[in-house]
């Protein structure tokens, strides 16, 4: 039973540039979550989505970042133009969305976003 | 004032200790909680979920909940070198739009051999 996939694990990009980051949830969940952690912060939240459906993007920067998850395929995180600030660990989790333990999130192993 | 707080540590304890890790929150709509484990540069693994107030136990953790005093709690027994990480507790609400995660800043255990 594979978990909550990543990739790519580590990504460098030149100021400027596009980074995308795909997340596959767990086999069987159909909401996902994505989630920043900065150097010596905490872990935030950015976006929640289900198939074809953005629920909550009140963690989402206003400009550069847009996020997607299609009927087929992975969740998309896109950031265009990064910037050195964008430099993190980016995370995704995944949910049943049903049952008695709905909304238990289970995450991957991020990617390590680094900006030039 | 953040929604949770969390002592960062570093907490250091002897092999076999029992550690307690503690977060305080102010939202009182959250109704799910949650602590993560997170060893450096890997992604938070789920130790325990809880709904509302109460214990829940699993092998040697204790997840204590009290909803009164907007006060969580993990223990673990017989503490491991293994278990030398950080300690992340989450929240959140019960039904709405929404199901995201309020995070503390984690807690850096180190267990001694």
């Known amino acids: 039973n594979a978990g909550v996939m990543q990739n790519p694990r580590h990504l460098v990009r030149r100021r400027g540039q596009e980074a995308r980051l795909r997340c596959s949830p767990m086999k069987g969940h159909s909401h996902v979550y994505w989630y920043r952690q900065l150097p010596e912060e905490g872990l935030k939240f950015m976006v929640y989505l289900q198939k074809e459906n953005i629920i909550d993007e009140s963690g989402m920067p206003k400009e550069r970042f847009s996020a997607e998850f299609p009927k087929e395929g992975p969740s998309i995180l896109r950031i265009q133009q990064v910037v050195r600030g964008d430099s993190a660990a980016y995370f995704c989790?995944?949910?049943?969305?049903?049952?008695?333990?709905?909304?238990?999130?289970?995450f991957g192993p991020g990617t390590r976003l680094t900006v030039l | 004032q953040k929604e949770v707080e969390q002592d960062p540590g570093p907490l250091s304890v002897p092999e076999g200790a029992i550690v307690s890790l503690n977060c305080t929150y102010s939202n009182s709509a959250f109704q799910y909680f949650m602590w993560y484990r997170q060893y450096s540069r890997k992604g938070p693994e789920l130790l325990m979920y809880?709904?509302?107030?109460g214990n829940k136990e699993d092998g040697r953790f204790t997840a204590q909940v009290d909803k009164s005093s907007k006060y969580i709690s993990l223990f673990i027994r017989d503490s491991q070198p293994s278990d030398s990480a950080t300690y992340l507790c989450a929240m959140t609400r019960y039904g709405g739009a929404t199901n995201k995660l309020i995070f503390g800043t984690g807690t850096l255990l180190a267990v001694q051999p």
């Open positions: 809880t709904y509302s107030s």
């Open positions: 989790a995944s949910s049943p969305g049903a049952g008695d333990n709905y909304n238990e999130q289970f």
